[in-house]
């Protein structure tokens, strides 16, 4: 007889440092819209991985662009060019308006890169090293050093001071809270377009324009963290589309690889302040990864995955808010597109718990918030699956 789910998972945590608390299932494999465990129960995949599996388990093509180029060449490290990374960043810059791509193995590597972009930018213009970035509270941008400092919750920091210095907390949609902060020593302001670990927030169309002029006006860098709400998940390849307001710079990751550890920070010319030395990566921009990327940006555009996420989202904004008018004890539903959040008067993790042993995954973001990041290539029947699946997982008094 062989290895047991039980039996694997006690493996694991005798070996695997504890930084997780992990749901006591092991997942083996997936197809399409489900994933499996290795006792062969089938679960709905309403997560994807946290925002990655835009195209879900085992698309058509993509896993054969992968091998071909595991066959052919998997790194090299950036001495040398390589065609993949051309390809990848020749099509990010196409499709974002951006100039200059450098490729990391994820998005907190990405707001590294960003920070220092903006630091180094405002180097060069007074010689200083005392500039500040204007960062959002109840944002997420990541656990090193670098993006846990600007990342707006205290208790994923307090454990980890002194972080880097200069940083400064506005709030979110409150364009006065940011103006209050700027100083002469202002280089950046960073932002989620739609905050998604913070439970869902989307911004306002007025912030977003107000953040611009501002920062127009102050030769301050605007950079835009959509490493979980863009790459087609808002309705557009990036949210901030949604808006009409371009960044300076830029940060993506997660589905950018579809399950491969890819992420990039891009920015316009004028920002482009980092030089040879300035910054690298060893892994980061690899053939094989990038191969992955630039075959996702493909299929994005000949499967027209952007037009069926507004379909799809619209759907399952109309479904979720059936629910809340169903149930007193959701007191919100906020997001847009295929990136959408149920506030409940009480902590969502029981619910989870119970919907993931019904046969459906899901999230939460903060601990009332359930979040709906379903692969973008779900359909009508997907959603009707999930409501009616996550309508049975509520507590018996709220069903």
């Known amino acids: 007889m062989g290895e047991t789910q039980k039996q694997l998972i006690e493996r694991a945590e005798s070996v695997l440092l504890h930084t997780y608390n992990r749901y006591q299932i092991v997942l083996d494999h997936g197809e399409g819209m489900y994933l499996y465990d290795m006792e062969g129960k089938k679960y709905l995949d309403f997560y994807a991985g946290i925002a990655v599996h835009a195209l879900g388990h085992n698309y058509p093509g993509l896993n054969d662009a992968i091998k071909a180029q595991l066959d052919k060449l998997v790194h090299t490290s950036n001495y040398y060019y390589n065609r993949p990374a051309t390809e990848a960043a020749e099509k990010l810059t196409r499709i974002s308006h951006m100039d200059r791509v450098f490729f990391t193995n994820s998005g907190t590597e990405a707001i590294e890169g960003a920070i220092k972009m903006a630091r180094k930018y405002a180097y060069r213009k007074d010689g200083s090293t005392d500039h500040e970035i204007i960062a959002m509270n109840h944002s997420f941008h990541g656990r090193t050093m670098g993006a846990l400092s600007v990342t707006g919750n205290p208790h994923y920091q307090e454990a980890f001071r002194p972080l880097i210095g200069g940083v400064r907390f506005a709030e979110f949609n409150d364009l006065d809270s940011v103006k209050a902060l700027v100083t002469e020593k202002t280089c950046a302001v960073l932002l989620e377009p739609v905050q998604g670990e913070g439970g869902i927030y989307p911004a306002q169309e007025g912030f977003l324009k107000g953040l611009r002029q501002l920062c127009d006006e102050k030769d301050i860098l605007l950079i835009f963290d959509e490493i979980q709400c863009g790459m087609g998940r808002t309705g557009e390849m990036f949210a901030w589309q949604r808006y009409g307001v371009e960044p300076d710079i830029m940060t ?49 555009q000949e499967d027209h995955i952007l037009e069926h996420v507004r379909e799809a989202g619209a759907y399952l904004w109309d479904q979720l808010e059936g629910l809340k008018e169903r149930h007193e004890n959701i007191v919100d539903h906020r997001g847009v597109g295929l990136i959408q959040g149920l506030e409940f008067a009480q902590p969502a993790g029981p619910i989870i718990q119970r919907a993931m042993d019904n046969g459906v995954i899901l999230i939460s973001a903060g601990a009332n918030t359930i979040r709906f990041l379903p692969p973008l290539i779900v359909e009508k029947e997907h959603i009707d699956e999930m409501i009616r699946i996550l309508e049975e997982s509520l507590e018996p008094s709220l069903a």
């Open 252 to 300: 993506v990751a997660k589905a950018l690889g579809c399950g491969l550890p890819v992420g990039a920070f891009l920015c316009k010319e004028k920002a482009a302040a980092l030089e040879a030395g300035d910054h690298g990566s060893t892994y980061g921009g690899n053939p094989l990864v990038c191969a992955a990327a630039s075959k996702i940006l493909d299929i994005f």
